[in-house]
């Protein structure tokens, strides 16, 4: 993976920015028609797209970046999940309840990297996953903050006395985040702490040897990737309008990994070809199968084996991801368009 | 090598963008209408076909299947058949919701009959009567269906916190027991069944005991029903589903036990007996439904379980069978009493006129009117004897 | 006292399940450094597996359970050879990944098995309700059963690694698999052979397992709750693996007794990170020692 150090050197290379920017403002440019053209169904559905991606975002730079393993990523979305929607209980408006959201996981991911600065791989993954067990159950008993196992209805957006209920608003005001937090990451790759980061993935002890401080670089990916977490779990639980602690579950993380992987590990593209992949290729499948059966038959245990199985092919034969299959594609189609205007 | 993985890579992102760009259309292109045809009736029913709960579901929708198709072959309701969608949930609220509003928005289904579960029937019945339609007969016993009563929403089943309050009072007033337990399920459905305990020993000024929780899924009940017999109570009262209902027992009685044991509608059905075995006997519990064991050898339902026998490799239904080919029924009487005009305010006036209206397939008779849409308010008590499910009494 | 004792005894009863299930895990990692997520799975199969040979085929319990170990074993073996071979020379994380979708994979093949399905089934055991008191304390024929069975496997697996050619192969390996390998040790088989012995320890766990919890497709959940307790004895000690399933055990059945509602759920995580906090390899663990 490239580690760019200068802006213009990177500008100059091969001039591939210009083509960049062009499919990137083509991708925005569907992302804002869509809801002229489908249905309320796929508008929601969208909209998970761009939340997953938010909450993806950051445990790219956690993972994927500075190659800290969290199996519990669904504790962040919950604490920013549960945050909103209690500050808006209590009336401070959705504003407020964002904000909230965002501070109180980032405190939960500052006081997780605490312990994380000791251990690694394995370890690191099992205390995570640990941790966000914990969470969990603490959402189940602190009824009177989280409304406990019955879960909580989630009143519509309010900001400054104007209602964001409608599927289409929260689409927009979601991928709005999605891109401010997309540019965000990019931003802090470019940033000696993105590059500090990827050192520490790389080899933590040549990066100390280095000079690179492991410790606060750690507690910042931390914190960021529980930061943006939490802002995905305020919009989602705006997005589906109630939450429970049952939602929050190992399975949320889990299905955050396999995004990141199956999409490519260390890439922000990668992020977004995830969650389109986690979002619409259950419904893809249950497309196809109906062209093959008759009646509405959803079959328990197709979803594990869909993504259980592209997880597998993916991580088998094409380890890079979508990612690195759009990036090959792209760049032979354009080496055959190249050749054939030069004949 | 490069070549061929190059191709591979086009190969699948095509198919993919294509398989993409076909399925998104196809799902915005849907039918323009209330769910009534000239010839056909459009239900949804959002139940969990392979979650947790999944060994109810299945059979519920079997059982629904099965009522629709017999009257579908007899011709159908004045002239229309019924064809219901199923939307699998997986007992995830999150999913839940999105099929709901799929059915809603996309397919525009004329009622939802059966929706299954209480956490999911929460969240998606404001959906639903927000948007103008039905939600009929949902298999979640929950009191806010029907209390208070809002004019599209018609439950068959008291919930389960009022079935518990009259467990509770018969177990104190008619059974003598003073000393209560209760152990219950860490979800919703287990916590509605404490409240319904406590809310049935108030009047009597008494209180629990003890009360002991467990996680969905866990397998060790030892500390439980340690602390509980350490407590000395003279019942426990249990608000847990199937499985660990039946490995609750079974704990009971290698601890050596002799408690009463009062199990919630969910656990008061044969499977808990099948998996239990002998440790089962004796235990008692409230169900709204009547055990299969118990119908099964009158005139039409024998019919009905020979014909699923001879398509299901000679096996009896699910006990879970009943509430779907019940509520399906429920469904189609008021559709056929509602007549050839047949709308949403026509459905709902039938169903206001039901007067003890008896299906005679193991459910109470249901009465309905324009203030109270929960069609009983009565369960059964049921007690294990010799193996079996048997009716002691009827409690109101 | 005696219910202090009790809680004592019944904890360490579901421990040593626990431990059964994270020796399967310490196994695999120790020789071939791959974290088997899927082992929860590979458990939920064996019981499957012991469902069909003893009540579809109404073979004796222990001929069943002894064909549904080797099937599933010979699944790990085959999972190692088709599967985890690609992936050698993968980072750790990768590898555990896949994983992760194996045993996706498997719950999802269970579920759409048609005599499977998402059914619960009981497997009754030959011990099914035998109960055995010593003054005043209850154990119940099965956790009897295996607590027996764990100390035989711990004692044999003992033996095997210290005593054994085989054994010493393996330690070999995962030390060092390259020189291992340069001093003619097939490490190909081994790993295979490494992942049928966690595999067929899972399954034992599963057949053991099965009679008390039933058979269902959602049993692998214990495999999550196994993992602290491999991690808990360090992830590479055998013994660390029985000490970790003991601790856990009691530990969730103390809380469950004396502690509010709630915390049997989560006890078993409080105890793992608190012992990671101070003693971040484990109880037993080595610490580990890199190359730059």
């Not at chain 1, 499919?23 to 997953?52: D, E, K, M, R």
């Not at chain 2, 020993?201 to 629990?208: N, Y």
């Not at chain 3, 969730?252 to 995580?269: H, N």
Request: hydrophobic share 50%; proline share 4%.
């Amino acid at each position: 993976m490239q580690t760019p150090a200068d802006y213009r050197s990177e500008l100059t290379i091969a001039g591939r920015a210009g083509r960049q920017g062009l499919i990137g403002v083509a991708a925005l440019i569907v992302i804002a028609i869509i809801p002229w053209f489908h249905s309320n169904y796929w508008i929601s559905q969208l909209t998970f797209v761009a939340i997953y991606a938010i909450a993806g975002f950051g445990l790219q730079i956690l993972l994927g970046f500075a190659g800290q393993v969290s199996l519990g990523q669904a504790a962040f979305l919950a604490s920013g999940a549960y945050a909103c929607s209690y500050v808006e209980r209590l009336g401070f408006g959705s504003p407020a309840g964002f904000a909230a959201a965002v501070i109180v996981s980032t405190l939960l991911g500052l006081l997780v990297a605490l312990p994380a600065l000791r251990m690694a791989g394995l370890y690191l993954g099992i205390a995570t996953m640990s941790f966000g067990f914990i969470i969990e159950e603490v959402a189940a008993r602190w009824s009177s903050v989280t409304g406990g196992n019955a879960g909580t209805v989630v009143a519509a957006i309010e900001v400054g006395g104007v209602s964001l209920g409608q599927p289409w608003q929260i689409y927009y005001l979601s991928w709005l985040f999605c891109l401010m937090v997309l540019l965000l990451s990019y931003n802090l790759l470019r940033t000696p702490t993105g590059r500090a980061m990827q050192a520490i993935r790389d080899s933590e002890i040549a990066a100390r040897s280095s000079g690179v401080r492991v410790a606060q670089t750690k507690g910042i990916a931390f914190s960021l990737s529980a930061a943006f977490a939490g802002l995905a779990g305020a919009l989602y639980s705006h997005a589906l309008g109630f939450i429970s602690p049952e939602q929050f579950t190992i399975s949320m993380s889990l299905d955050l990994l396999v995004m990141i992987l199956i999409g490519g590990l260390g890439t922000l593209r990668g992020v977004l070809f995830g969650a389109v992949f986690l979002v619409v290729s259950p419904e893809l499948m249950q497309a196809v199968l109906g062209m093959f059966t008759s009646g509405n038959t959803e079959l328990p245990g197709l979803r594990p084996l869909l993504f259980g199985g592209s997880l597998i092919l993916v991580l088998l034969f094409q380890p890079d991801g979508i990612d690195a299959m759009v990036s090959r594609t792209g760049a032979w189609l354009i080496r055959h368009a190249v050749s054939w205007r030069r004949r | 090598m490069f070549k061929t993985l190059r191709a591979m890579d086009a190969g699948c992102l095509t198919i993919i963008a294509g398989l993409a760009f076909g399925a998104i259309p196809a799902a915005a292109t849907a039918a323009e209408n209330q769910g009534i045809t000239k010839d056909e009736i459009l239900l949804g029913s959002v139940l969990d076909l392979s979650g947790p709960v999944a060994s109810i579901g299945v059979p519920v929708r079997e059982g629904q299947d099965m009522a629709i198709q017999a009257v579908n072959d007899a011709g159908g309701i004045h002239g229309r058949k019924i064809r219901i969608i199923y939307s699998d949930s997986g007992y995830d609220p999150k999913k839940a919701i999105i099929a709901t509003q799929k059915l809603l928005n996309d397919d525009h289904v004329f009622a939802f009959v059966g929706q299954l579960g209480a956490a999911i029937v929460h969240v998606t019945m404001p959906l639903i009567i927000n948007k103008g339609t039905l939600l009929l007969f949902p298999n979640a016993p929950l009191e806010e269906v029907y209390e208070p009563t809002k004019p599209l929403a018609f439950t068959a089943q008291p919930a389960y916190n009022v079935q518990a309050r009259l467990a509770a009072t018969y177990a104190y007033k008619t059974l003598g027991k003073r000393k209560f337990c209760a152990f219950y399920q860490d979800d919703d459905s287990g916590e509605q069944v404490l409240r319904g305990i406590q809310e049935g020993l108030d009047p009597f000024g008494a209180k629990l005991v003890e009360k002991t929780s467990y996680k969905r899924g866990a397998t060790d009940f030892s500390s439980q029903f340690a602390r509980m017999k350490q407590a000395d109570c003279d019942i426990v009262m249990f608000g847990a589903v199937v499985r660990e209902a039946a490995a609750a027992v079974l704990e009971r009685q290698k601890i050596g036990w002799n408690v009463d044991v009062l199990v919630s509608q969910p656990s008061a059905t044969d499977t808990v007996i099948r998996l239990a075995g002998g440790a089962a006997e004796g235990v008692l519990g409230v169900n709204q439904m009547l055990p299969l064991e118990m119908v099964k050898d009158q005139p039409n339902v024998e019919k009905v379980f020979k014909a699923y026998a001879d398509e299901h490799g000679g096996r009896l239904p699910d006990p879970a069978f009943l509430y779907g080919y019940n509520f399906a029924m429920l469904f189609i009487e008021a559709a056929r009493r509602a007549g050839p005009d047949l709308t949403t305010q026509s459905l709902i006036k039938a169903l206001e006129e039901f007067r003890d209206v008896d299906l005679s397939f193991g459910m109470a008779p249901m009465t309905f009117t324009a203030t109270q849409h929960v069609g009983s308010l009565s369960t059964n008590l049921l007690k294990v004897s010799n193996g079996r499910w048997t009716r002691i009494d009827v409690l109101k | 006292m005696i219910i202090f004792l009790q809680q004592v005894v019944s904890g360490a009863a579901v421990g040593l399940v626990y431990a059964l299930v994270a020796l399967g895990f310490v196994m695999i990692h120790k020789s071939t450094q791959v974290f088997n997520f899927a082992l929860g799975e590979l458990m939920m199969l064996g019981a499957f597996c012991a469902y069909t040979f003893i009540v579809l085929f109404a073979l004796p319990f222990w001929i069943g359970g002894i064909l549904a170990i080797l099937s599933v074993a010979l699944f790990g073996a085959v999972l190692d050879r088709v599967l985890l071979r690609r992936m050698i020379g993968n980072k750790p994380f990768t590898i555990f990944m896949l994983t992760v979708g194996i045993g996706f994979c498997i719950r999802a093949i269970v579920m759409l098995v048609p005599q499977w399905g998402t059914d619960t089934y009981s497997l009754p055991s030959p011990l099914q309700g035998k109960v055995l008191s010593f003054g005043g304390l209850i154990v119940s024929a099965d956790h009897l059963a295996i607590l027996l069975t764990a100390s035989a496997i711990a004692a044999a697996l003992y033996v095997f690694f210290q005593y054994t050619r085989l054994g010493l192969a393996m330690r070999a390996i995962s030390q060092n698999p390259l020189s291992a390998s340069y001093l003619g040790v097939r490490v190909d088989t081994l790993f295979s052979i490494v992942w049928a012995l966690g595999a067929a320890g899972a399954a034992l766990a599963g057949v053991m397992l099965a009679p008390i919890s039933f058979v269902h497709a959602d049993m692998g959940q214990i495999g999550l709750k196994a993992i602290p307790a491999a991690v808990l004895g360090g992830f590479d000690s055998l013994p660390g693996a029985i000490v970790g399933g003991l601790v856990i055990g009691i530990v969730e059945a103390l809380a469950g007794f004396y502690c509010p509602e709630g915390v049997k759920d989560v006890a078993a995580y409080i105890v793992l990170l608190v012992v990671l906090a101070v003693k971040p390899r484990g109880l037993f663990g080595q610490p580990d020692a890199k190359k730059v």
